[in-house]
């Protein structure tokens, strides 16, 4: 049997799955995601990131193994004998598994195993923080673009993507794991061109019972990370959107409900 025929059987027997479980309102995983993980025969999740309430929607039977103490080859071993067994697999991520979720690395290795990584979307921590906020990131004429990204740590950033070169689009920024790296945060985003009044929303454990949403200035960002004790499971907002209703600039209306304005759907009234 070649060894492309040999790949088809294989991923037609060992469906395996790449979910994203959401922020961590267990409410908040697709319908899609959750019934998978209902039916799953093993589950890989994401240890501390996915609160028990969204275990529990797996099988009680269901055979488990936290991510957070493996390593790649470690996860994809799991997988592969599992799903060469023709065992419903599940890999539990946090929010999105397509943002910061190291997904890439998982589907080539899986792949170089005859085993296809199906994604199911979720909800990301980006989104659920801005409905946390009750604040829309895109404004017109004061928003129309979101930077999702994260500061560089351990893990360098590519040059062109630096937060000083980032900065000078005075866009809404998303900064994903880097609540431990606010001081350089602070400072390559002044430097980068925001004013220090520049708005920030701090939303630490966004969805889960202990969530905290902190607010404060550019200039602010280091001495409350710092107050407020917030090292991790955080999301920081950049930018002139994050700025409470009634304290920033007035935006205009969008054109697609202006009764002004035509299109597709309907004529202009006025």
């Given at each position: 049997?070649?060894?492309?025929?040999?790949?088809?059987?294989?991923?037609?027997?060992?469906?395996?799955?790449?979910?994203?479980?959401?922020?961590?309102?267990?409410?908040?995983?697709?319908?899609?995601?959750?019934?998978?993980?209902?039916?799953?025969?093993?589950?890989?999740?994401?240890?501390?990131?996915?609160?028990?309430?969204?275990?529990?929607?797996?099988?009680?039977?269901?055979?488990?193994?936290?991510?957070?103490?493996?390593?790649?080859?470690?996860?994809?071993e799991v997988i592969a004998?599992?799903?060469?067994?023709?065992?419903?697999?599940?890999?539990?991520?946090?929010?999105?598994?397509?943002?910061?979720?190291?997904?890439?690395?998982?589907?080539?290795?899986?792949?170089?195993?005859?085993?296809?990584?199906?994604?199911?979307?979720?909800?990301?921590?980006?989104?659920?923080?801005?409905?946390?906020?009750?604040?829309?990131?895109?404004?017109?004429?004061?928003?129309?673009?979101?930077?999702?990204?994260?500061?560089?740590?351990?893990?360098?950033?590519?040059?062109?993507?630096?937060?000083?070169?980032?900065?000078?689009?005075?866009?809404?920024?998303?900064?994903?794991?880097?609540?431990?790296?606010?001081?350089?945060?602070?400072?390559?985003?002044?430097?980068?061109?925001?004013?220090?009044?520049?708005?920030?929303?701090?939303?630490?454990?966004?969805?889960?019972?202990?969530?905290?949403?902190?607010?404060?200035?550019l200039d602010e960002l280091?001495?409350?990370?710092?107050?407020?004790?917030?090292?991790?499971?955080?999301?920081?907002?950049?930018?002139?959107?994050?700025?409470?209703?009634?304290?920033?600039?007035?935006?205009?209306?969008?054109?697609?409900?202006?009764?002004?304005?035509?299109?597709?759907?309907?004529?202009?009234?006025?």
């Open positions: 049997m070649n060894s492309n025929r040999k790949s088809k059987i294989e991923n037609l027997k060992s469906p395996v799955y790449l979910v994203g479980a959401g922020p961590g309102d267990p409410e908040l995983i697709t319908l899609r995601g959750r019934r998978l993980l209902s039916e799953a025969d093993v589950v890989v999740y994401a240890g501390s990131l996915i609160p028990p309430a969204v275990l529990d929607m797996a099988p009680a039977d269901a055979e488990k193994h936290d991510s957070a103490k493996m390593t790649l080859e470690q996860i994809v004998k599992a799903a060469r067994a023709g065992k419903r697999v599940v890999r539990l991520a946090s929010g999105d598994p397509t943002i910061f979720g190291a997904s890439a690395e998982q589907s080539e290795a899986l792949a170089k195993e005859g085993i296809r990584l199906e994604t199911v979307p979720g909800v990301s921590s980006v989104t659920a923080a801005a409905a946390a906020l009750g604040q829309e990131l895109t404004l017109p004429e004061i928003c129309q673009t979101i930077i999702l990204t994260r500061a560089a740590g351990r893990t360098p950033m590519p040059e062109n993507e630096q937060l000083r070169e980032l900065a000078r689009h005075r866009a809404v920024i998303a900064l994903f794991l880097s609540a431990a790296l606010g001081k350089d945060v602070q400072r390559d985003l002044l430097e980068g061109g925001y004013p220090p009044e520049t708005p920030v929303a701090i939303a630490a454990r966004v969805t889960w019972p202990d969530e905290r949403i902190v607010r404060c200035k280091e001495e409350t990370l710092r107050r407020e004790k917030i090292t991790k499971t955080a999301l920081i907002l950049v930018g002139e959107a994050v700025r409470e209703r009634g304290h920033r600039a007035k935006h205009t209306r969008s054109k697609l409900y202006d009764p002004a304005f035509s299109h597709g759907y309907r004529k202009a009234s006025v």
